[in-house]
């Protein structure tokens, strides 16, 4: 982890950026402190997950269940009972 002190001028960030944006792609962490008190954080934002395209994919996606949903249903009502 890096800390970028940038005095309690952002603009000496603004300027940087670009430069502090690479620096995270390429996996590091970079506090950015103002008056020498944390007050914000760039840091990668790890592996993104893709939304399933349709219902289908998603069913697909899931493991199946040793007992039908019907069953715990009524296994649930004859417990109530």
């Known amino acids: 982890m890096r800390k970028y ?3 309690s001028r952002v603009s000496e960030v603004q300027k940087k950026l670009s430069q ?3 620096q995270v792609e390429k ?3 970079i506090i ?3 008056e ?3 007050i914000a954080r760039l840091s990668p934002m790890g592996q993104t997950k893709r939304c399933l ?3 289908a994919q998603l069913r697909a996606s899931q493991p199946l269940a040793k007992t ?3 069953e715990i249903l009524q296994s649930l009502r004859t417990e109530v009972r």
Do not use: F
């Open 5 to 7: 002190k940038n005095g």
């Open 20 to 22: 502090l944006l690479s």
């Open 27 to 29: 996996g590091e962490e």
């Open 32 to 34: 950015i402190t103002r």
């Open 36 to 38: 020498g008190r944390a």
């Open 53 to 55: 395209s349709s219902r």
């Open 68 to 70: 039908s949903s019907v």
